[in-house]
Every structure is written in C-alpha cells, then in structure tokens.
C-alpha cells in the first residue's frame, strides 16, 4: 500500500474541509473495499478521511413507517437489531448475508452505497425499497443514486449520513452466490408497499438496476410464476467466465421468483 | 504520514508510532512480535488473520492500525490462560484434531470463539456458514466443525 496523510475527524465538518483539500482524498468507512483495491494498486490516495470518530453516523431508528440507519452502522449490527428484523426482516437478512462475519464486523451501510459495487447486496435494498440516501448537503432517491459501475450521484466530498428505507408490506432478497467470490451472481430485492412493488437486480448490470418489465408483471400478479414469464433482455448485463449474459438474463426473472416466494 | 496509536493488545497497554498505511496484522505481527497471528491471502478471503476487536472478529489484514485506536485487541497469543492452560476452544481443537497442516487454526480458532452465545447447540450446517470467511487449504473441514462444536459446548 502506498503511503497517504490520514485525517481522523471528530466531526462532520472536519471531514467534509478535509475532503476538499485537493488530491485524490478517499472517505474511509469499514475500509472492506477500499483497502483491498489500495493493496491492489486499484486504488491509491493521497488521502484518506476516517470516518469511524463522527459521531451522529451509527444509530438506528424505526418509526412512522420508516428504517434509518446510520451511514456507519455495520452489517453485522443490522442484522442482529431486533428493531429492523420486525420492521423489514429482509433487510436485515441482507444485512446478515454479506461478504462472511468478519466483513460483516467492520463493513459499513454509507461505504457499501457509496462504492456501488456491480454485485453488492445493499445497493438492491436501497433501490429495492425506494430508499432514501441522506448526505451532509441533500437527500437522494435510490432512483437516482446509482449511475454506473462503482459510480454514484455522490459529489466528490459529499458524504453520506444516514439512509432511509420506507418498510413495505412484504419483502425479500435472494441471493444466487458467486461460490468463490460471495458476491452476488445475481440477487433480486423485491418488494411492495407504499413504494409501489419494485423489484432491484444487482451482480448482473454495471450498477444496481430495476427490472421494470418485472415490476409490471408482478404488479399484475405478485407469484413467481408472473416472473417466470417475464424474458430478459442480456443486452448490456455483465458477462464473465463466471456466468453469460444469457446466463444473468435467464436467472434474474428466476430468483426475482424465488424471492417472491420468499417475502414476507 | 505516521501516526500514534494507543491500544490494547491481549490486555496490555500498547503505544506505538507508525505509518498510516500499516495494517493491523503488519503492527501485531513486525511491531508487537506476535505471531500467532498469519497471514494467508491477504485479501481478505482466508481469515487466518483473524482477531477480536472489541470482543468482535475482524481480519486484520484489511484494517488500518488506525482503525484499532483505543480498542480491545485479542490475538491467538491471548486465548490461554496464565498458567499455559488452553483455551476451550483450543482445547476442542487439540482433542478432535481440528486442524491438518495448522496455517489455518489461529484464524480458525479466534472466529470459532466469537460465536460463543450466537449459536446455541448449533447444527454442522449452521456452523460451516458461521466460519466461512475462514478456509482450510487442506480442507479438514469435517474436523474443524467437530471442534467448534465441542469448544462452544465447552465455553457455554
């Protein structure tokens, strides 16, 4: 890894004058990618910003229909918050399912969305859910959020606070696993509710996406037959020697069936 | 840039002066001479690098010393007591031979602890998906699970 100045702020102030003070400056969250790719030369700051000392960025609040968490909060504390298991189980199942237990120990809600990771699983939730990504300066729709591969709205220095996720009737995540890797292959959050039904496919396109013929056919009829029915399109989905196009595009309507299933 | 930290190591005090860049497993290994503690991958797939910050397992390759500031550190070295006593779980290890060429064992051992009161009386299968950020290149896996088993019974 090569040498960087690290900032540790106590405040979120601090670390946003930071962020500007020119040079490739990177946030640190739980670092469970980040440091990777910078051990990878994939990566290689000037700078890095220590986000761990902010207060204000790791709770966890449920009312008015309505999951916040904490840019900070870790997977493994999402996963066991009794709060979020009742209020939307498949969020915390998500939680529970990333990377392995260490990673689940130190990796963060804010540094999973804001790497936007072609497979990871958060992304799936926020769009899934129609979530809400507070930052120090806005609030951004999923919708919006999500613009490429390992790219977001996010302004260079804006840093993400707090996360809300509306919670629906029912929900679920499946996961078709990468063995090797953990990651998703493909995994599918779908979900209905005051959000409409949404259906989120992340692992087979350069970012989180929507599957919106999806969406149409289960609003129709929310079974995973009405899924099953549905033929995707590989047209810009990933392919790797891990799995086709063709491959993704079979699977997506699949485990978006599965997941169907599944909800609750 | 260097850095202070201030932390403590298997419940002894420990400051040090070091580069941002350095990562735990770096500090506990080259810095503090334990080593106890491997380094397989350094990826963050194997987990031999496991230890507890904060009573929660962590692979410390993928952390910066920076972010062990102030914490709790346990590595393998802590797990037994002062008299050279093993740890139960090391204990489970011995006994059912949870191990083969051993590169693996602290890593495996140190994750296998974090579980106590997590799983109660757990299957094999809940087991195997609770260690799965740690891999034996062996694949002694049937033993491992033997021994996680016994050592959670013993530490209950």
Redesign the interface.
């Known amino acids: 890894?090569?040498?960087?100045?690290?900032h540790?702020p106590k405040d979120l102030g601090s670390a946003a004058s930071f962020a500007n003070s020119g040079g490739d400056t990177r946030f640190?969250a739980g670092?469970?990618s980040i440091?990777?790719s910078?051990?990878?030369g994939l990566a290689s700051p000037d700078a890095?910003i220590?986000l761990?000392l902010v207060p204000d960025l790791k709770s966890i609040s449920v009312s008015n229909g309505v999951v916040k968490i904490g840019a900070m909060v870790k997977h493994?504390d999402v996963a066991a918050n009794a709060e979020v298991q009742k209020a939307i189980p498949a969020l915390a199942e998500l939680a529970g399912g990333i990377?392995?237990?260490?990673?689940r120990?130190?990796g963060t809600l804010g540094g999973s969305l804001a790497n936007s990771d072609p497979a990871a699983c958060y992304p799936a939730a926020a769009l899934g859910l129609g979530a809400t990504i507070h930052t120090d300066k806005r609030s951004i729709s999923a919708d919006s959020f999500f613009l490429g591969l390992y790219e977001t709205a996010l302004e260079a220095g804006e840093i993400i606070t707090a996360v809300s996720f509306p919670v629906p009737e029912k929900a679920a995540y499946v996961k078709f696993k990468n063995s090797a890797s953990?990651f998703a292959l493909v995994g599918v959050f779908v979900s209905k509710g005051s959000q409409g039904v949404r259906v989120a496919v992340t692992g087979a396109g350069s970012c989180a996406f929507r599957a919106t013929d999806i969406e149409t056919a289960l609003a129709g009829s929310w079974t995973a037959a009405a899924c099953n029915a549905v033929k995707m399109t590989s047209d810009n989905l990933n392919g790797d020697l891990h799995a086709s196009a063709e491959y993704r595009a079979h699977l997506i309507p699949v485990i978006a069936g599965r997941a169907v299933a599944a909800a609750k | 840039m260097s850095v202070n930290v201030t932390m403590k190591v298997n419940g002894q005090s420990v400051s040090a002066t070091i580069e941002a860049s350095m990562t735990l497993v770096e500090f506990i290994r080259e810095h503090l001479r334990l080593t106890g503690t491997h380094v397989g991958c350094n990826t963050s797939q194997c987990g031999a690098c496991t230890v507890h910050i904060n009573g929660r397992a962590v692979k410390s390759c993928s952390l910066l010393v920076a972010q062990a500031q102030g914490a709790e550190v346990l590595t393998i070295e802590g797990l037994a007591a002062a008299n050279g006593d093993m740890h139960p779980m090391q204990a489970a290890f011995k006994e059912h031979h949870g191990l083969q060429c051993g590169f693996c064992t602290p890593g495996m051992v140190m994750s296998a602890c974090e579980l106590k009161g997590k799983l109660v009386d757990p299957t094999d299968e809940q087991i195997r998906a609770s260690i799965d950020g740690n891999i034996c290149r062996c694949t002694g896996y049937q033993n491992i699970v033997t021994s996680v088993k016994a050592g959670l019974a013993a530490m209950a």
Not at chain 1, 1 to 6: A, D, E, K, T, V
Request: hydrophobic share 45%; no cysteine.
């Open positions: 890894m090569n040498s960087f100045q690290l540790q640190l670092g469970q440091l990777a910078m051990k990878l890095m220590d761990s493994a990377g392995d237990r260490q990673v120990n130190m953990r």
